[in-house]
């Protein structure tokens, strides 16, 4: 079933049969850790031989240098294992309603849905139904086509936003007497979850009805104070790349498919999500920090200086005594950006007035963009959490840079107007918040 007008399709979903143990099937989305492969080394050991997410995925921590071919080619022979020994089991089509509680909040409430991939563009100035909430790099897909190309299954970290500030969409069907699904802790000290299978169709329609209202165009520009601007209805939260993954497959398909009517009925059309509410309390954006390894540091801030200068803004740099005393938010100045950074030998706060852009991690990642151009072996990573910055930007060769948070009740409106935001600009929560891999759909026909 699928309500078209709101890009809503009602999966069939596969889950583990009775007897596999969840806590070892399922594993954190696989663009985490990926400065931290001890993490992953963990999970390795915890797995085991038993069944398990972590064999359909290739966590990016070892992305660079890998085959992708033969990972694509062992993935999608792990898959089709797990249709044909019975290890996964399809459930009647519906929705499933999660409840997921974090270290850092004891609920955070998602609905498992497909979204039709017709209403998605990730282009900066897109204006579908469904939008990237920040830049797509376009070089990190390929790898990921790669893997995904000839998979038979879908399994989805991807994480999708709905404004719903009166909470009519997702809150109320936790009121609903619902078949549990699933219930059980997830590794890694990461929380608890449970999920609820909701296949009744009057409900069903209920929540297509409540997102047609978000997406009525008269009460979408009341509310943003816009006029003839298209409507947004779902903004991508986490996951913008496995997203653009799957829309680039499924143009791949349509355009060497022989039937141009029967394709679009190809279940490839649609993507697995979970959609959250962005006013869910259990929700928090943190900032996603950046740490850069194999530089000078005292190059790059001579660079650095040079370079904003040359466009116009004015460059400075403070530094402190000790990283006891770097101020990690420091007081905003208005017509500066201000961004402490910590290295081996020094910390402090660079300070980049009348910027060209107007968000600090548009102002540091268009450098570091730049920068790298002529910096052989630079790498820049992107970091969840103060303390991994800290840890990491100390040692020789390496420096942090953090910034800070951005508002989730602004996320809607900025989007709406200025469009796609930079690239890794905010995080839905800590690496261990992050969406796990759990539910399963066919992609194949």
């Not at 979408?220 to 104070?225: T, V």
């Not at 039937?259 to 928090?284: I, T, W």
Request: with cysteine.
């Amino acid at each position: 079933m699928t309500f078209e007008d709101i890009a809503l399709h009602v999966p069939e979903v596969l889950l583990p049969r009775e007897g596999i143990d969840l806590s070892t099937w399922a594993v954190v989305a696989c663009d985490q850790y990926t400065s931290q492969p001890e993490y992953w080394e963990q999970v390795r050991n915890l797995v085991a031989d038993n069944a398990s997410t972590l064999h359909l995925i290739v966590p990016e921590a070892y992305l660079e240098g890998l085959d992708h071919k033969q990972a694509a080619g062992s993935i999608s022979a792990r898959m089709e294992q797990y249709l044909g020994d019975g290890t996964l089991v399809a459930h009647k089509p519906g929705f499933i309603l999660v409840d997921r509680k974090t270290s850092h909040s004891p609920s955070r409430k998602g609905l498992v849905v497909a979204l039709d991939l017709e209403h998605y563009d990730f282009s900066a100035d897109s204006t579908s139904l469904i939008r990237a909430t920040e830049g797509t790099v376009i070089d990190r897909l390929p790898p990921r086509i790669t893997i995904r190309r000839d998979a038979p299954l879908e399994l989805p970290h991807i994480m999708v936003l709905i404004d719903d500030p009166d909470c009519t969409v997702i809150e109320p069907l936790f009121e609903k007497d619902l078949k549990t699904l699933y219930d059980f802790e997830l590794m890694m000290n990461s929380g608890h979850i449970k999920g609820y299978l909701i296949d009744e169709s009057e409900t069903i329609a209920g929540i297509a009805g409540s997102l047609a209202r978000l997406a009525d165009p008269e009460p979408f520009a009341a509310k943003y104070h816009v006029s003839n601007e298209a409507v947004l209805l779902y903004a991508m939260g986490d996951g913008n790349h496995s997203l653009a993954t799957a829309k680039s497959i499924w143009e791949q398909i349509k355009e060497t498919a022989p039937d141009k009517a029967a394709v679009m009925h190809h279940p490839a059309r649609f993507s697995l999500v979970e959609l959250v509410n962005v006013h869910d309390p259990g929700l928090e954006f943190e900032p996603i920090h950046r740490v850069v390894f194999n530089i000078s540091v005292e190059d790059m801030l001579g660079h650095m200086k040079t370079w904003y200068e040359n466009q116009g803004s004015a460059f400075s740099c403070s530094t402190c005594g000790s990283p006891g005393e770097l101020q990690l938010c420091p007081e905003q100045v208005p017509g500066t950006h201000q961004i402490p950074f910590i290295s081996e030998k020094t910390c402090g706060i660079i300070a980049v007035s009348n910027p060209r852009l107007n968000l600090e991690v548009g102002t540091l990642q268009s450098f570091l963009d730049e920068y790298a151009r002529t910096t052989p072996g630079m790498k820049t990573d992107y970091i969840h959490g103060e303390d991994i910055v800290t840890g990491l930007g100390s040692q020789p060769g390496n420096i942090g840079f953090f910034l800070p948070t951005l508002s989730k009740h602004e996320l809607f409106k900025t989007i709406i107007v200025d469009g796609a935001l930079p690239r890794k600009t905010f995080s839905m929560g800590n690496a261990d918040e992050k969406r796990f891999y759990l539910e399963c759909r066919k992609i194949t026909d």
